[in-house]
Every structure is written in C-alpha cells, then in structure tokens.
Nanobody, 120 residues
Framework: QVQLVESGGGLVQPGGSLRLSCAAS????????MGWYRQAPGNKRELVAA???????NYADSVKGRFTISRDNAKNTVYLQMNSLKPEDTAVYYC??????????????WGQGIQVTVSS
C-alpha cells in the first residue's frame, strides 16, 4: 500500500500564492506520473497538472502560466506552486500517484484532499 499526504492548503486572497505538497510513503517500488486534481462543489474532479518521473509536465488550460508542478523523486514528493490565485481556483485539491509494484501491478492512489479557498 502507498499513502499520499497533502499539505499546504488554506485561505488566500485573490492574487495570492500557495504551495501544495504531497508526500508518498509506504511500500513504494516505482511511481510513474504524479498529479494534482481538484473538485469544486457541484463539479467533477478535474486534472490540474501532472508530471512524469522524467519531469514532463501537463497543465489544464485554466492554470497555465499561473501554476507550476514539480517533484522530488528521492523524496517521493510532488509540489504545486499556485500563483495569481483566483476565486475560481477554490476547490478541494487531491494528489494522485501512478504506482507500479515489483511484480508489475499498477494502481492509482489518491490523497485525502486538501481545501484551497481563494476569497477576499
């Protein structure tokens, strides 16, 4: 089993910044892509940003130029730097990891979610 623990959320004013962290722990063999998703009330969960183990990134159009995803493979940790935050960024943010076991079994893990609120 792999556990993902997010941190860094909270309340911020429009135009402000937050940095989310997600640390993976447990029986880790290899983590491929890691990513951040978000879900606002009444909406479906959507991809915000993802990063492969080699560092290739992918962003939702709505956050391009404002958010930056990065990872530290040695620490099995992924980060999301969020700048120029807008009220529409308000959501619960979830960390996701694509894990492969030594036997080749693949499983996606999710964190518990962390609230980000952008409001004046």
């Amino acid at each position: 089993q792999v556990q993902l623990v997010e941190s860094g959320g909270g309340l911020v004013q429009p135009g402000g910044s937050l940095r989310l962290s997600c640390a993976a722990s447990g029986s880790i063999f290899r983590i491929n892509a890691m990513g951040w998703y978000r879900q606002a009330p009444g909406n479906k969960r959507e991809l915000v940003a993802a990063i492969t183990s080699s560092g290739s990134t992918n962003y939702a159009d709505s956050v391009k130029g404002r958010f930056t995803i990065s990872r530290d493979n040695a620490k099995n940790t992924v980060y999301l730097q969020m700048n120029s935050l807008k009220p529409e960024d308000t959501a619960v943010y979830y960390c996701n990891a694509d894990h492969v076991t030594v036997y080749g079994a693949r499983k996606y893990y999710w964190g518990q979610g962390i609230q980000v609120t952008v409001s004046s």
